[in-house]
């Protein structure tokens, strides 16, 4: 029997780093940077204005208020936009809006609300001294200076940061595409009429949201009988020419395991029995011509979510030229639970501001339970009896709010 993480090392042994690519600014938001980010231009790329109001020469409004306002000839307008050179002349001012060029000569801005709103002549109120209200050239980034560092996940404001830095491609990690076969002859589409005997092919849909919650891509979903020659066409072509082919079921002991049977005469690819609890029975190699990875999750849904957390989010991250190591966090039971001997146990866990607790039966094929947790936690294979208050280690589920997410 192996351990987990001899498990888990022998999976991601089966791939290596993808390539970074290169995305257009809009495709590389929730993307992670392959590569340090570079301004083109200087942020503000010239000095500006940030009022609406009057272009002046500070000296020219020196002791200007309220009652002893300056009076200053306005010498016509510029707009945001206005790509012209103009020069301020001393004794007048221009009238001037957010975001546009500063005159050459002019070191502050007087607020439309400080002034008369004149415009050919103006009587300021106030005195601005030089550098007020005006945005210089360069303040917030330099051309050249790295924005943002490789390995931090593009968020909406870093997005909005690399535009206005004017880098239109970034290159970032790659999404590695993932192919998921569920295997059964009891399997029917969602939505469809069951007859007795039938169950909804529920792993299908989960292992596809479980992908795309990580941050991969989805290239297929398919259903494939208990059908050995079925599978044996399929695994010679498969379509989509994806990273990682993710099968679940037929891999147990039953007398229709047929992944298990297939995939055992081409030699590459190997079923073990894993110590932990759910999920024992697992499986991976590669096969075709292109060498493709394969891992085949056991069908019990909770066995099949339960082994995704533990060795397909690592191997995504292997893909992806990430530390495969899973994240942790730690948190103290706020309720007991016994646990088996032997191996590691996954419990489903609601962690809240108590702590954790079970989320309910934990059974493997109970997927109420399942619905309402937030974490597994990660109980050794010593361990018999987890007490309130002892430390437990988590692993975040893929989704959740609270959870770090597969980068
Ligand atoms: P197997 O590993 O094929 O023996 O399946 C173990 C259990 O998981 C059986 O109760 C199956 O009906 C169930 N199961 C297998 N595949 C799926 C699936 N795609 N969706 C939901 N349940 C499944
Ligand atoms: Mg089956």
């Given at each position: 029997m192996r351990t987990v993480e001899e498990h888990r090392a022998a999976l991601v042994g089966l791939v290596s780093a993808l390539p970074p690519v290169t995305v257009g600014l809009t495709e590389s938001l929730g993307r992670v940077l392959a590569a340090d980010v570079v301004a083109?231009?200087?942020?503000?790329?010239f000095d500006n204005s940030a009022m609406d109001g009057y272009a002046v020469r500070s000296a020219d409004v020196v002791?200007?208020?309220?009652?002893s306002p300056a009076v200053l000839e306005v010498d016509g307008d510029i707009a945001a936009g206005d790509t012209r050179a103009h020069v301020l002349r001393a004794g007048a001012s221009m009238r001037i809006m957010t975001g546009a060029p500063m005159p050459e000569g002019a070191d502050a801005v007087v607020p439309?609300?400080?002034?008369?709103?004149?415009?050919?002549r103006v009587a300021l109120t106030l005195a601005a001294e030089?550098?007020?209200?005006l945005r210089r050239?360069?303040?917030?980034?330099?051309?050249?200076?790295?924005?943002l560092r490789a390995g931090v996940r593009v968020t909406p404001g870093r997005l909005a940061l690399i535009a206005a830095a004017n880098v239109p491609d970034v290159l970032v990690l790659p999404l590695p595409r993932v192919h998921v076969l569920s295997t059964g002859d009891e399997l029917v589409p969602v939505g469809l009429p069951l007859e007795h005997g039938q169950i909804v092919d529920s792993n299908g849909s989960m292992l596809a949201a479980l992908i795309r919650a990580a941050g991969a891509e989805l290239v297929g979903v398919g259903h494939l009988a208990d059908d050995a020659d079925a599978w044996r066409s399929l695994l010679e072509q498969v379509p989509g020419e994806p990273d990682l082919i993710l099968t679940t079921g037929?891999?147990?002991?039953?007398?229709?395991d047929t992944v298990k049977e297939v995939l055992s005469a081409t030699g590459t690819v190997d079923f073990v029995k894993v110590a932990?609890?759910?999920?024992?029975p697992q499986g991976g190699g590669v096969v075709g011509d292109r060498r493709t990875p394969i891992i085949t999750l056991p069908g019990n849904p909770v066995s099949s979510f339960v082994s995704f957390h533990v060795f397909v989010l690592p191997v995504l991250r292997a893909l992806a030229g990430l530390d495969p190591e899973p994240v942790t966090t730690d948190s103290v039971a706020s309720q007991g639970w016994s646990s088996i001997p032997g191996k590691v146990e996954f419990t489903r866990v609601v962690v809240d501001a108590d702590g954790a607790r079970p989320?309910?039966?934990?059974?493997?094929?109970?997927l109420g339970a399942l619905a309402d947790a937030t974490h597994l936690a990660v109980v050794?294979?010593?361990?018999?009896e987890i007490r309130p208050g002892d430390g437990v280690h988590l692993l975040p589920l893929v989704g959740e709010d609270s959870s770090r997410g597969h980068r």
């Open positions: 083109a231009v200087d942020l503000p790329g002791g200007a208020t309220p009652a439309v609300e400080a002034s008369d709103g004149g415009v050919s030089a550098g007020r209200h050239r360069g303040e917030d980034v330099r051309a050249g200076d790295v924005v037929g891999v147990s002991m039953g007398a229709y932990m609890r759910p999920g024992m989320s309910g039966g934990q059974g493997s094929h109970m050794g294979a010593e361990t018999t």
